[in-house]
């Protein structure tokens, strides 16, 4: 299994909703990351776990929640987000090859934000 | 500070020409770079790295140029394929830095059969 699965695909949500995002993977990649992509715009990082701990947070609002329940899964909790968080949220996991960090990459929830 | 930058939004190419798409950067702590390629709808897909030691790597129709003088990189598709058509993302990353990627702002390839 080379793939990182997310679901749901797409999402729509008022803003006083409290919804998750779920992704999962078995590749056995102990590093598993949270993006977020706006139109014509790269990737952007919000969190990184590492062996199931949170080490790295980009300074993201407190209304995204991660959690990591164990090495495959990883969710990211949503709860009174603004219109302006509309955007492709992507799931990655990551191991060395040949010593670079290659990121695989879910298919990303779309989230529409009313 | 765009660490990372393609210059270019987009690229139009004849079907069985080269591609060549273009990255710069700034950071010269960076030893690792990476191209990944985006379809709509779907996630980035890893296509090639290269290290900061070594100035071309090779798979396939894919080759990647590193001029560390220039801090230069560029990806080489031939011969270009209408199935090519995405958007491309220049990457790096620095040990020293936990190996977190630092993205390029993509660029649009179309390949016209």
């Known amino acids: 299994d080379t793939e990182v699965t997310q679901t749901p695909k797409h999402l729509v949500m008022g803003m006083t909703n409290k919804k998750s995002l779920k992704c999962e993977q078995h590749?056995?990649?102990?590093?598993m990351y949270w993006y977020k992509q706006k139109a014509k715009k790269p990737p952007e990082l919000m969190f990184v776990?590492?062996?199931?701990?949170?080490?790295i947070n980009e300074s993201v609002p407190s209304r995204f929640s991660p959690e990591c329940p164990n090495s495959s899964l990883l969710n990211l909790h949503l709860h009174a987000l603004q219109p302006e968080d509309s955007a492709l949220y992507l799931c990655?996991?990551?191991?060395?090859?040949?010593?670079?960090?290659?990121?695989?990459f879910g298919a990303g929830s779309r989230l529409t934000v009313l | 500070d765009q660490q990372v930058k393609q210059n270019s939004p987009s690229l139009s190419v004849q079907e069985g020409r080269i591609s060549i798409l273009n990255c710069d950067y700034t950071?010269?702590?960076?030893?690792?770079f990476l191209w990944y390629k985006k379809y709509p709808a779907e996630g980035p897909t890893f296509l090639i790295s290269?290290?900061?030691?070594?100035d071309k790597n090779e798979d396939g129709r894919f080759t990647v140029f590193l001029n560390k003088s220039a801090k230069h990189l560029s990806l080489h598709i031939v011969p270009s394929q209408p199935g090519d058509s995405a958007v491309y993302f220049c990457?790096?990353?620095?040990?020293?830095?936990?190996?977190?990627?630092?993205f390029g702002g993509g660029t649009r390839l179309m390949v016209k059969p």
């Open positions: 990655a996991s990551s191991q060395l090859v040949a010593g670079a960090n290659v990121l695989t």
């Open positions: 590749m056995g990649h102990r590093a």
């Open positions: 776990y590492s062996y199931e701990k949170l080490s």
């Open positions: 950071n010269s702590m960076f030893d690792y």
């Open positions: 290269i290290s900061s030691i070594k």
């Open positions: 990457a790096a990353s620095a040990r020293n830095a936990g190996n977190m990627l630092t």
